[in-house]
């Protein structure tokens, strides 16, 4: 059905635009000149190649005898009267008998190669479903099919491809064949003739068959029209095309719009079961905390309790806050009263200090003069020693002596006998030998022992001595020890009173800090205090409220819960259809872009411009003209050679070029007439 609308629409607006096309427009006030209709006749072989091409001019003069027509032509005919034009290098110039008036005719030959029609036509025939070739079929018998395509030619200029509209037609004599089929024509039988009519938009390909039965085949050609759409009603065309960009923009983007939102509601679709199971297990903790109610009360009791005990208590730590900040005070002082001390005590222990280096200075040097002492109490025994070994040696050698004294005398008186001096001393001698002699080994031997009892003394004043010295020794090492670790002992108070001295500056330091953290403390827990106490207030009022209206909300949750389970589970039937609205939505869209598409894909009715200027045939230096046409026709087949042609050859004698195309148009228009009129 959409087909066959389209197909009544397009051979309506060809009829129309055919019918309208041969009537020229009104002049308007302007500068004298004259307007000009074209039709272009096109002569084809029986299978749709150019033959011959014709173009037809005809002028209104608008009261001008002269003007100018631009274009190559092969030759030009003058079909009004006999006056010959002045034909230059693309140019001819009419010059016009001044009684001229009306309409003026001519036509000019142009080059087929030149020519660069809409659509290119191919044409093919069968006899009886076998391919024949046309010059075959004339009075052929049986069935004969005609198959034309038109193709879009995309070479052709923007004006012919998206304003040209076409027709193809064949008119069939029943009179002399006995079926005629032409599947999705427009077909009408006016008497004895039927009338078969094909359309095609701007731009659209065409495939057309006509099949005739007859017992004696003949045609006077496959007919085709191309013609601009010029309907007043076809100016809308312009405002559809504006129309449709815009709701195509439009559309895509509330499709757009309305598949994201659709998208977005499906997405809810897990998050509308997960809040339907939160508020199934919403359910479920409300029977529980239903159920629980009364524990929770009697546990928020138990917590208001503890939380008065707590305020009481935190009130009995404010006076200890209180004597903390005392004691610190004291200690502060006390501290203070250490360090004065030991800061009096540290000049007397740097004094005890050098004299401790002092004593163990000379005690280190006592020690060293003890081995002084050693030395020379060894050096006097070593000494005494010799002395003694001395006087052995001296006595033993004073008894040798008396000895040989005693030798000596005896000789001597031996000898001199007589001399009274010799005999006295003799005498003498012999007396010593008795009793000097004794005398002196009695003197010697007391000698001995007083020298013994000498070494005897001495070696004990070298033993106790030496006891001494070892024990003196001892006696200033120790000095020295102690007077060593005195000194230190004595450094390290110095580095202790420095250290406390340092101690208290830092708590200098930090006591003002003290003093306002306990000061803090103490408002702390002040407001602690106060602060559970409200809360305890608040808490007990909220108590007593939840325990006057915990039947009541619970009632009221529960009601909600069920009213809320309700909702989601018809929002998850909305769900649902939304999904199948979502794919309804891309089925419109896709089926709406589809036939836009295919309309643009198939033709390009929707760049028709009847407002668009018009193109002259010949030359782009000629004025827009009036009205534009093309006539193409094929060759006839025909077993008479005196038929009538309707074709842009030169006209019989009898019948002029002029007279040939409105016979023709003639016929097209009475055959549109006769199928529109009683719609």
């Known amino acids: 059905m959409r087909q066959k609308n389209r197909r009544i629409m397009a051979a309506g607006m060809a009829a129309v635009t055919l019918c309208t096309s041969l009537v020229s427009a009104p002049v308007y006030a302007a500068e004298a000149s004259v307007s000009v209709d074209e039709a272009m006749y096109v002569n084809l072989d029986y299978y749709g190649s150019v033959d011959k091409v014709n173009v037809v001019k005809g002028v209104s003069l608008n009261g001008l005898t002269s003007f100018t027509d631009y274009g190559n032509y092969l030759d030009v005919t003058n079909m009004t009267n006999n006056t010959a034009p002045e034909i230059s290098d693309g140019k001819v110039t009419w010059n016009l008998p ?66 040209m509209m076409l027709v193809v037609a064949m008119l069939v004599d029943m009179s002399k064949c006995y079926s005629v089929e032409a599947e999705d024509s427009q077909t009408q039988s006016l008497g004895s003739q039927t009338a078969i009519m094909y359309t095609a938009l701007p731009g659209e390909e065409g495939d ?3 099949r005739i039965g007859s017992d004696k085949f003949e045609t006077s050609g496959v007919i085709m029209a191309m013609v601009p759409g010029t309907v007043k009603d076809l100016e809308h065309i312009v405002d559809l095309k504006d ?53 929770i009360l009697d546990s ?71 081995g002084n002492v050693v030395a020379s109490v060894q050096l006097i025994k070593k000494l005494d020693t010799q002395l003694q070994q001395s ?79 070892a024990d003196t020794a001892d006696m200033l090492d120790n000095v020295s020890n102690t007077s060593k670790y005195l000194a230190q002992t004595t450094d390290q108070m110095d580095y202790l009173i420095e250290d406390v001295k340092a101690l208290k500056d830092s708590l200098d330091v930090y006591y003002p800090d003290l003093q306002s953290a306990l000061d803090d403390s103490g408002e702390l827990v002040n407001r602690t205090t106060d602060a559970l106490n409200k809360s305890t207030d608040s808490l007990t009022l909220v108590q007593n409220i939840v325990r006057a209206s915990a039947d009541s909300l619970d009632a009221a ?96 004698a009898d019948v002029n070029p002029l007279e040939r195309m409105w016979n023709m148009l003639v016929q097209m228009v009475r055959a549109i007439i006769e199928i529109f009129k009683n719609r």
Not at 267 to 292: D, F, K, P, T, Y
Not at 419 to 432: I, N, P, S
Request: proline fraction near 2%.
């Open 391 to 469: 006087v052995l040696e001296f006595i033993k050698n004073l008894a040798s002596a008396q000895e040989s004294m005693q030798d000596a005398i005896a000789d001597y008186c031996n000898g001199e006998a007589g001399d009274e001096d010799t005999q006295a001393l003799a005498a003498a001698a012999a007396g010593a030998d008795t009793s000097a002699g004794h005398a002196g080994m009695l003197n010697a031997q007391e000698l001995i022992g007083i020298l013994k009892q000498k070494e005897k003394a001495l070696r004990q004043v070298a033993s106790s001595s030496n006891a001494l010295v």
């Open 98 to 163: 001044a009684d001229t008036k009306g309409y003026f005719y001519y036509k000019g030959a142009i080059d087929k190669d030149a020519v660069t029609l809409p659509w290119t036509m191919d044409v093919s025939y069968k006899l009886n479903g076998v391919p024949t070739d046309a010059e075959k079929l004339a009075g052929a018998s049986g069935l004969v099919e005609v198959h034309v395509t038109a193709t879009p030619n995309e070479a052709a200029r923007d004006y012919y491809k998206n304003n």
């Open 557 to 652: 949750a529960k009601d909600s819960i069920k009213g809320s389970l309700n909702v989601l589970d018809k929002s998850l039937s909305v769900l649902d259809s939304t999904s199948s609205m979502r794919k309804a939505g891309r089925t419109m869209k896709d089926t709406m872009d589809n036939e836009w598409n295919d309309m643009e894909d198939d033709n390009n009715f929707l760049n028709m411009d009847p407002n668009a200027e018009k193109v002259s045939f010949t030359s782009d230096e000629n004025a827009e003209p009036n009205t534009l046409q093309i006539i193409m026709r094929t060759e006839e087949i025909s077993v008479d050679d005196d038929a009538e042609l309707l074709d842009a050859e030169t006209a019989k």
């Open 208 to 210: 057309y068959t006509i």
């Open 300 to 370: 928020n009791d138990q917590t208001l309790a503890s939380l008065t005990a707590l305020s009481e208590q935190l009130g009995t730590i404010v006076p200890y806050i209180q004597t903390a900040k005392d004691a610190s005070e004291v200690a502060h002082n006390s501290m203070t009263d250490v360090v004065n001390t030991l800061g009096n005590m540290q000049e007397p222990i740097r004094r005890l200090d050098t004299s401790l280096r002092g004593l163990r200075d000379s005690s280190e040097g006592a020690s060293g003069s003890i």
């Open 243 to 295: 129309a449709k960009d815009t709701w195509k923009d439009a559309g895509d983007q509330l499709y757009d719009s309305m598949d994201q939102m659709a998208a977005s509601v499906e997405a809810m679709r897990s998050g509308v079961n997960e809040l339907r199971q939160g508020l199934n297990e919403a359910e479920s903790a409300r029977g529980v905390i239903s159920g629980s109610k009364d524990e």
